[in-house]
């Protein structure tokens, strides 16, 4: 009931640029800080950046002046642009509430020249 999908990942040269959105289904999203996640192939899941339902922000250090992160709660949808992207960005991305267990499938994004 509760499902997130992610969507906009690809191949990418490095410096390249991605969107990824979320779509949300099954919560009232405007009540909920959401936010971006990611797992690298043999590491463990980090958070990318949050974001309240009012706007409120914060990003983890790695994605600080590069990531931005958006919602539009009209849309239930959440967005992550993705600007001067680096190999180690590389991974599968994901979008949940926080503290929440409802995770979709991620998307790709990969980062190779």
């Known amino acids: 009931q509760v499902q997130f999908v992610e969507s906009g990942g690809g191949l990418v040269q490095p410096g390249g640029s991605l969107r990824l959105s979320c779509a949300a289904s099954g919560i009232p999203f405007g009540f909920y800080t959401m936010a971006w996640y990611r797992q690298a192939p043999g590491k463990q899941r980090e958070v990318v950046a949050r974001?309240?339902?009012?706007?409120?922000?914060n990003y983890a250090d790695f994605a600080k002046g590069r990531f931005t992160i958006s919602r539009d709660n009209l849309k239930n949808t959440m967005y992550l642009q993705l600007n001067g992207l680096k190999p180690e960005d590389t991974g599968v991305y994901y979008c949940n509430a926080v503290e929440g267990d409802n995770w979709g499938h991620g998307t790709q994004v990969t980062v190779s020249s």
């Open positions: 974001i309240r339902s009012s706007g409120i922000t």
